[in-house]
């Protein structure tokens, strides 16, 4: 294998191609507290984010429905995974962590282990055309949370 | 010179362009997105350099030597382009930043002010945004109404559709020569003519019909014809707005400033001849200068020559993609130039178009600037493979492999 080979398939990990192809948590979300539209106006990727919240402050469930590429799919799939369960702020938190784990040179940020499989996007980050489609569900996270009704985009 | 190009291969041509010359990702470039932004020969790039290094200065404003020289190239650029699309004078060349600003300026100068509520401006649903937009910022402004004639699954116009369209109220017809998106090949010509006989002009964005095929708007007997240097091998931020001169002087200036006037006073200013009434402020001297080179280097090959080249390299790789698995053609007119629009399996174009990128194979991925077209297609976007003469039978093999590799990949 040569190394633009090699380079493709860290863009296109096994995972993220699972996640694109077999998206979780697909669909509307009935009863949700929170939604988000994301856009990415030079793509055309769209994606709509629902979230419940319970009483209590905790993310119940979530969902996302859309259309996009590969990496923007399986981006907010891996999403739904990460932040269900999680407390609204440790929700937000983990936006920004992965974001500038995404978006900036700098070591990778750390992880903790919920956030594991989100590694799969790390090869993003030499294709400064696609970092945008693996933000846009997080943007769109930040701004449903933070119930912010204007869609996220990511210009 | 036709007869002398015929001789001559791709890959002779191919070596006037020293940014194909180059390797990225580790594989030898192939480019195939000339129809967003074609390469410069080298005979445009020194062209640029030698008038930066040796000639410039400002134009039409000098007695000194070097302002004499910058007008000389700048004008005797205008003189090239008009032979080139045979333009009876050069009074008709109006030079403009691209296809756009040209749109912009016969929506603004020559409809605006005749526009009244009620007016239409008829365009095709094949147009790129550069063509749609202008039109329906005039109609906001004038309380026209933009309509749009048909095409059908094979991405053609309809011609009796379109000519159904054509009422009293139709006060301008805007078509492309060639569709960006589909590359198909627009009946022009019979639409002139049926808009002739009833007196209505017609605009021509022949964006994508200089580069690909021998323009000559005498015989089209166009009103207007609208196109950018950039995909005729010259510099980005030059284009040409061709008007017949009738029309051009019947309109007013389009942007005031400097090089536009005879006279300024306080009270009155008396506007300059054609064609710089419509050219105010220091122009891009240095691109336009590239741009001559250009139609200097399209003409030494020939256009003719070109466009049954390109012809049949068109072919070929249709006719190569469609036997790749997984594959679907969007856009197969019976008469195209230059490019396809496909999508392979269900692949984003985005994920096809990076796959692509480190196979070295540079395509254009997303809408093309025609939403309305990839609405009509029912999908987000496109893969598109567009061509020059500097590519050949090799490229499509590269292509082909690429896409037999992207294949494999989401498997």
Known sequence: ?155 | MGAVAKTVTATDWRADFPALDQSVHGQALIYLDSAASAQQPAAVIDAVARYQREDHANVHRGVHTLSHRATEAYEGARDKIRGFINAKSRSEIVLTSGTTESINLVAQSFCRPRLQPGDKILITHLEHHANIVPWQLVCEQTGAELIVAPINERGEVELDSLLDLIDDRVFLIGMAHVANALGTVCPVEKVIEHARQRGIPVLIDGAQGVPHLDVDVQALDCDFYAFSGHKMFGPTGTGVLYGREAILDAMPPWQGGGDMILEVSFDKTIYNELPYKFEAGTPNISGVVGLGAAVDYLQSIGMPTIARYEQELHDHMVARLKNVDGMRLIGEARHKASVQSFLLDDIHSHDLGTILDHQGVAIRTGHHCAMPVMQFFGVPGTCRASLAFYNNRDDIEQLVAALEKARELFA
């Open chain 1, 1 to 155: 294998m040569n190394d633009a080979a090699r380079d493709m398939q860290d863009l296109y990990r096994e995972l993220v191609i699972d996640h694109s192809r077999n998206p979780r948590h697909f669909g509307r979300l009935e009863n949700a507290t929170h939604t988000a539209d994301g856009i990415n106006p030079l793509c055309g990727d769209k994606l709509r984010l629902y979230f419940r919240v319970g009483a209590g402050g905790r993310i119940e469930s979530s969902s996302f429905e859309g259309s996009g590429c590969a990496i923007s799919i399986a981006s907010a799939s891996l999403l739904t995974e990460a932040v269900t369960g999680l407390e609204v702020d440790d929700a937000k938190h983990c936006s920004s962590t992965v974001t500038s784990r995404l978006t900036t040179a700098m070591p990778y940020a750390d992880l903790d282990a919920r956030l594991e499989n989100l590694k799969a996007l790390d090869g993003v980050r030499a294709y400064p055309s696609r970092v945008k489609c693996a933000t846009l569900a997080w943007h769109a996270l930040h701004a449903a949370l933070s119930n912010d009704m204007k869609p996220a985009t990511t210009e």
